[in-house]
């Protein structure tokens, strides 16, 4: 089992900052990737970024590429989601994931809400 716990979502205007934090517990010795996912209202949850936890490779969908950066803490099994040049549309629940395998996540946290005024 992996605990994962988010914390840093709030609100901020257009053009603001915030970071996000997720620190997993448990069997984290497992963890082949993390990744940071956001489920706006009325849809479906999209997939923001990932990060392989080994080599720290990292991935990023491309409505975020270029504002967002993922980074991880080995030693404190926690990573991160940098968000810059915040929009309106980056407006959602955020939710950290563990996998340990390629393309797959068996663990998820609670949820951080992120909301941007325009």
């Known amino acids: 089992q992996v605990q994962l716990v988010e914390s840093g979502g709030g609100l901020v205007q257009a053009g603001g900052s915030l970071r996000l934090s997720c620190e997993a517990s448990g069997r984290t010795f497992s963890t082949y990737s993390m990744g940071w996912f956001r489920q706006a209202p009325g849809k479906e949850r999209e997939i923001v970024a990932t990060i392989r936890w080994s080599v720290g490779m990292t991935w990023y969908a491309d409505s975020v590429k270029g504002r967002f950066a993922i980074s991880r803490d080995n030693a404190k099994n926690t990573v991160y989601l940098q968000m810059d040049s915040l929009k309106p549309e980056d407006t959602a629940v955020y939710y950290c994931?563990?996998?340990?395998?390629?393309?797959?996540?068996?663990?998820w946290g609670q949820g951080t809400q992120v909301t941007v005024s325009s």
């Open positions: 994931a563990q996998g340990a395998a390629f393309g797959r996540y068996d663990y």
